[in-house]
């Protein structure tokens, strides 16, 4: 099982034979980053959020594991992403 | 070009790390990290607060601004019942730019409203969390040394790790949205006061407002005298005798 954490939503199990699929998503993600284009992120983004959370099973709010994956928030937007590519500035503090 | 997550999970990893500071002695660090855990539920709970707080002041000034609505229709219909068409068409435009703000609030609002109930679900999940992890610290405090206690919670320590840093950056993001929304919502009222957009509840000071008390003045003035004229028409009102019988020998002289 992978777990994928959404930041601010959580953490989801998903079955391992899902993460091929899911770095397909994540590589539509990063090409829409790479071209500057904010419709293709949008659209990318939102598939592949609503992919782990659709194909996965939260995991319990009293349980500790530790993530396989993380994802940025659900809402955010083409330049935070950008800034998770060029350095730290998506994750502040 | 390496993908999103894998960038994005090994930069919050490193966050996450530094996110439970080991104390000196490893054997204080379980209730140190506990320590923090408190205070970071403690901020969530100020987060929400805050949020709360932001969404009352953006509801306030869409109270005030679906109040200037009401008038200005008022207004309108006032200045066409007067035949000031012009008066009308200003108080109608003015109501159409006030719309469109309320818009723009009713947007944030929702958006905080969102941010609101993201933050009370992390806080459910931080303190679920939190208190697992109390559970396993006093199970292996218990049954093995500080050192290999450490070890053992290994797994919670950094799965806990993790949903604090979550936490703290929703926090900050909250908080950089809030910051905006009532950037915004001061730049609104800085353009009601500079005049830009007038405000139209400060109500004796707007030209539209004087002109409308203007108009309505004038046709209760119109109103009353027509009410005169058809009294004097009439000669209801009986003249007080004394008075009317000279003011009618007068009369009779000045023939």
Same mark, same amino acid.
């Given at each position: 099982?992978?777990?994928?954490?959404?930041?601010?939503?959580?953490?989801?199990?998903?079955?391992?034979?899902?993460?091929?699929?899911?770095?397909?998503?994540?590589?539509?993600?990063?090409?829409?980053?790479?071209?500057?284009?904010?419709?293709?992120?949008?659209?990318?983004?939102?598939?592949?959020?609503?992919?782990?959370?659709?194909?996965?099973?939260?995991?319990?709010?009293?349980?500790?594991?530790?993530?396989?994956?993380?994802?940025?928030?659900?809402?955010?937007?083409?330049?935070?992403?950008?800034?998770?590519?060029?350095?730290?500035?998506?994750?502040?503090? | 070009?390496?993908?999103?997550?894998?960038?994005?999970?090994?930069?919050?990893? +490193?966050?996450?790390?530094?996110?439970?500071? !080991?104390?000196?002695?490893?054997?204080?660090?379980? @209730?140190?990290?506990?320590?923090?855990?408190?205070?970071?539920?403690?901020?969530?709970?100020?987060? =929400?607060? *805050?949020?709360?707080?932001?969404?009352?002041?953006?509801?306030?000034? $869409?109270?005030?601004?679906?109040?200037?609505? +009401?008038?200005? *229709?008022?207004?309108?219909?006032?200045?066409?019942?007067?035949?000031?068409?012009?008066?009308?068409?200003?108080?109608?435009?003015?109501?159409?730019?006030?719309?469109?703000?309320?818009?723009?609030? *009713? $947007?944030?609002?929702?958006?905080?409203?969102?941010?609101?109930?993201?933050?009370?679900?992390?806080?459910?999940?931080?303190?679920?969390?939190? &208190?697992?992890?109390?559970?396993? !610290? &006093?199970?292996? !405090?218990?049954?093995?040394?500080?050192?290999? %206690?450490? =070890?053992?919670?290994?797994?919670?320590?950094?799965?806990?790790?993790?949903?604090?840093?979550?936490?703290?950056? %929703?926090?900050?993001? %909250?908080? @950089?949205?809030? #910051?905006?929304?009532?950037?915004?919502?001061?730049?609104?009222? &800085?353009? +009601?006061? $500079?005049?830009?957009?007038?405000?139209? $509840? %400060?109500?004796?000071?707007? @030209?539209?407002?004087?002109?409308?008390?203007?108009?309505?003045?004038?046709?209760?003035? @119109?109103? &009353?005298?027509?009410?005169?004229?058809?009294?004097?028409?009439?000669?209801?009102?009986?003249? #007080?005798?004394?008075?009317?019988? #000279?003011?009618?020998?007068?009369?009779?002289?000045?023939?």
């Amino acid at each position: 099982m992978t777990v994928v954490r959404i930041l601010g939503s959580g953490q989801f199990r998903l079955d391992d034979s899902e993460v091929g699929h899911l770095n397909e998503l994540d590589n539509a993600v990063a090409s829409a980053v790479a071209a500057g284009d904010g419709e293709a992120f949008k659209r990318s983004f939102g598939e592949l959020i609503t992919h782990v959370r659709t194909s996965g099973t939260a995991v319990a709010d009293g349980e500790l594991v530790t993530s396989d994956h993380v994802l940025p928030a659900a809402d955010t937007t083409l330049d935070e992403a950008r800034e998770a590519f060029a350095g730290d500035g998506a994750i502040p503090g | 070009m390496a993908g999103l997550m894998s960038r994005f999970t090994t930069l919050f990893k +490193v966050k996450a790390n530094t996110m439970l500071d !080991k104390a000196e002695d490893p054997g204080q660090t379980l @209730d140190y990290s506990y320590q923090q855990q408190l205070e970071m539920l403690q901020k969530v709970k100020r987060g =929400v607060a *805050d949020v709360v707080t932001a969404k009352k002041r953006l509801q306030l000034q $869409t109270a005030k601004l679906e109040e200037s609505i +009401v008038k200005l *229709d008022g207004q309108a219909r006032q200045a066409l019942a007067g035949n000031r068409e012009d008066l009308a068409r200003t108080a109608l435009e003015r109501k159409a730019l006030i719309q469109g703000q309320l818009q723009g609030l *009713d $947007t944030q609002i929702t958006a905080l409203e969102q941010q609101q109930q993201n933050l009370i679900d992390q806080e459910r999940r931080l303190s679920a969390k939190v &208190e697992s992890f109390r559970t396993q !610290k &006093e199970v292996v !405090k218990a049954q093995y040394s500080a050192a290999e %206690a450490q =070890v053992r919670i290994g797994e919670a320590t950094t799965g806990l790790g993790e949903e604090m840093s979550d936490v703290g950056i %929703a926090l900050q993001r %909250a908080q @950089d949205k809030t #910051e905006q929304m009532q950037a915004r919502a001061a730049a609104v009222n &800085e353009l +009601v006061d $500079t005049g830009a957009i007038d405000d139209l $509840t %400060a109500a004796p000071g707007s @030209d539209l407002d004087a002109q409308i008390a203007a108009l309505t003045a004038g046709s209760q003035v @119109d109103a &009353e005298m027509e009410k005169l004229r058809a009294e004097v028409g009439s000669g209801a009102p009986a003249p #007080e005798l004394g008075q009317g019988a #000279e003011s009618t020998e007068s009369a009779e002289e000045a023939k």
